[in-house]
């Protein structure tokens, strides 16, 4: 009977994903990048951005694909919400500026409403010990583009003003880590501790 209940734990622990974001409480890094919002290039500072308030860093595979679009959508939509709780809002991929430049114009995704920065090397989504995978050859995104960068890992970080982890949300749907997200902005707005 023990030998089949560790047998058990053991193959149900092989088939968990591995997790290996950054976790709640650890300083995030700080990152310098070039970011687009609305279709123009800017010059981003975490460290900057976290002066008005927390910060969404969101990670996520690449602009026009499936799932990304999803996402950039919904936190276009929540746009008025995050910043009624004074969070700010970055999306960090490893797609070109040129890329992203279009991306954060495009009406039916980020809208011009919500900003996303160039991790061209991956080096920001390593720094935040997230896996960075090389793109598959001849992978095209929803246009019918060729995607020729790697992709980091979905996984959304809460930033508190003094630099810290609040949350790190990861193997969510896109729509659902957006909720997720909004949910625990709001009450640290309100000055409760977020739901685990």
Do not use: W
């Amino acid at each position: 009977m023990k030998r089949f209940l560790l047998a058990s734990l053991l193959s149900s622990a092989a088939t968990l994903p591995a997790v290996a974001a950054l976790p709640e409480g650890h300083p995030a890094p700080d990152f310098q990048t070039q970011a687009s919002l609305a279709g123009k290039s800017f010059s981003y500072s975490l460290k900057d951005a976290l002066q008005k308030g927390p910060v969404v860093v969101y990670f996520y595979p690449s602009a026009y694909t499936n799932g990304c679009n999803i996402q950039a959508h919904s936190f276009a939509v929540n746009h008025d919400k995050f910043v009624a709780a004074g969070a700010g809002v970055i999306g960090v991929s490893l797609d070109s500026i040129d890329r992203l430049n279009e991306f954060s114009a495009d009406p039916d995704f980020c809208a011009g409403k919500v900003a996303v920065a160039s991790d061209a090397d991956g080096t920001i989504a390593k720094s935040y010990d997230l896996t960075v995978k090389e793109a598959a050859a001849g992978k095209k995104d929803t246009r019918g583009v060729d995607i020729n960068h790697g992709f980091a890992e979905r996984t959304t970080f809460i930033v508190t003003p003094d630099g810290k982890i609040a949350a790190t949300l990861g193997q969510l749907k896109p729509a659902e880590n957006v909720e997720k997200a909004l949910e625990i902005v709001q009450r640290l707005a309100s000055g409760k501790q977020p739901a685990k």
